[in-house]
Each structure stands twice: as structure tokens, then as C-alpha cells.
């Protein structure tokens, strides 16, 4: 994993509640709630200066369309909040995720490595899978009586996709601090 296991090691213990809180609430609520998503985005802005110091990293360079550009480690990694939020701007206005889900994708972005891709998307879709399955067993046993309210047991086809997507993030973040670079 690209990852510095460093840096992993610095943001896990802050991000790792947050990630519980979302899936929490959207099983609860069927919804992310924006503190949440700013709390996650400030976990980066605040660790991230003293993960990945952005005065003392070597610079990388790269382009934005036609320009080239060099930035710190650090801020790219902000840039990537930009970019996956004007991504989840439009499928959600396509229908195709819910706006918290986009936001929460957006926050945790900052902290995915780009070189990490398709070690993301496999965790992303392990996480996916085992979500699924567990929360539509848990629908249909006994363990429903647990939490009896919760929103998501009766939105039929509708997912509470902060489940996978924070499980995916916390996955993430604990395989980077043991197998970071």
C-alpha cells in the first residue's frame, strides 16, 4: 500500500469513531449527517498538518487539465474532496447515490491514496458484500428485535450505504497502518 503507515497511524484513532457514528446513524436514520461529513473533513485538515506536514514533504507535480501544478502530499490529498464532491454532485443528481453518501465519499476522499485504487476498490467491495449480507440477515432474525425502530429494516430496496462506505474507510485506514509504506 502507498499509504504512509505513519500517517494512517495518525488518523485512525480519529476517524475510526466518526466511521462508527455514520454507519450508526444511517442504519438508524437512513441518513449521514453533515457534522459527521465536516468532522471527518476536519479530522484531515487539522491530523493531516501534522501527518503530512505539508513545509517539510518534497512537492509532486501534476496537472489539473491543461495546467501543470505542484503541491504537497497534502494538498492533493485535499484536492481529492473537490474532485469525488463535484463526482457525487452529479450522480446524485442522477439518482444514483443518496447526497450524504456523496458528502461522506467526499470527506473520506482526503484520506485515499490515488496509487491505492484498486486496493480501495477491492476493500470497498468486500465491505459492499459483507454489509449487504449482514444487514439483510439481521432484517430477517431475531436480532431485528435489537433495534426494532431503525429506519433502514422497512426502506425496502434502499441500502444504508454509510455502513460500507465507513467500514471500507476504517478497513482502510487499519490495513495502512499495518501495511503502509
Known amino acids: 500500500m502507498h499509504i504512509p503507515a505513519a500517517a494512517a497511524a495518525w488518523f485512525l484513532p480519529f476517524v475510526l469513531p466518526i466511521c462508527f457514528y455514520v454507519a450508526f446513524t444511517d442504519m438508524r436514520d437512513m441518513r449521514i449527517k453533515n457534522h459527521a461529513v465536516y468532522a471527518l473533513a476536519l479530522v484531515f485538515v487539522v491530523v493531516g498538518l501534522i501527518a503530512l506536514p505539508p513545509w517539510s514533504s518534497e512537492w509532486l507535480s501534476g496537472s489539473l487539465g491543461p495546467l501543470s501544478v505542484s503541491l504537497p502530499v497534502y494538498g492533493w490529498q485535499l484536492l481529492h474532496i473537490v474532485v469525488i464532491l463535484l463526482l457525487g454532485i452529479v450522480l446524485n443528481a442522477a439518482g444514483a447515490m443518496g447526497a ?26 468486500a465491505c459492499i458484500l459483507a454489509a449487504v449480507v449482514t444487514h439483510r440477515l439481521a432484517k430477517h432474525t431475531p436480532l431485528r428485535a435489537i433495534a ?34
Not at 107 to 119: E, G, K, P, Q
Not at 153 to 180: C, E, H, N
Open 100 to 125: 450524504g453518501d456523496a458528502k461522506f465519499m467526499a470527506a473520506a476522499s482526503a484520506f485515499l491514496w490515488s496509487n491505492d485504487f484498486m486496493v480501495i476498490v477491492m476493500i470497498l467491495m
Open 148 to 181: 426494532p425502530h431503525w429506519e433502514s429494516w422497512d426502506r425496502g430496496k434502499q441500502f444504508p450505504m454509510g455502513l460500507a462506505l465507513a467500514g471500507s474507510l476504517a478497513m482502510y485506514l487499519i490495513l495502512g497502518t499495518v501495511l503502509g509504506s
